[in-house]
């Protein structure tokens, strides 16, 4: 005789209710987050790829466009105080060959910009496992939310940290 399935008016509540709680969380997660790192050095390179003008050739292989990418953003970081070890993690995305593909592209990029005796590791890592890219993921996050819905709220929190931030193909 009620009504089923979730449809009722309390049920609306709770769900808006549950998600206004959850957005309130983020909030209060990534406000936790930026003060524990506010007083870390480190930097924030990002380069956004506005995909609705990526060229049709570029668009149809997507390994050569990420490899790109990549290669753009880390042209920005002075690798020169690299000190004892560079360590890139980046998120699992590639199988086992566009890894290898990647891996070789980005090391023949670097290793000309670092003393010889200074090793180079590329790591892939699952994002959902590794607390480092997770925070990246947060940042990213705050970067596509200013681009994409001109809402800079969490952006304007971390923008000091940001060394470099341009749009390709904007």
Avoid: C
């Amino acid at each position: 005789m009620g009504n089923h399935g979730g449809s009722s008016p309390s049920a609306r509540t709770i769900l808006i209710y549950s998600n206004l709680v959850r957005f309130a969380r983020l909030d209060t997660v990534k406000k936790y987050l930026y003060d524990q790192i506010a007083n870390i050095d480190f930097k924030i390179y990002s380069l956004t790829l506005n995909k609705k003008r990526v060229y049709e050739n570029l668009s149809s292989s997507k390994e050569r466009l990420y490899n790109y990418i990549a290669h753009r953003v880390i042209d920005q970081i002075d690798l020169g105080d690299a000190g004892s070890r560079v360590m890139l993690i980046l998120d699992k995305s590639k199988n086992g060959y566009e890894v290898g593909e990647f891996n070789s592209y980005i090391l023949k990029q670097i290793s000309g910009r670092l003393d010889p005796k200074v090793p180079i590791d590329i790591v892939h890592k699952i994002s959902h496992e590794t607390l480092g890219l997770q925070v990246v993921d947060l940042f990213a996050w705050g970067i596509f939310r200013r681009y994409e819905r001109n809402n800079n709220e969490w952006f304007d929190v971390f923008k000091v940290k940001i060394a470099y931030d341009q749009v390709y193909l904007a």
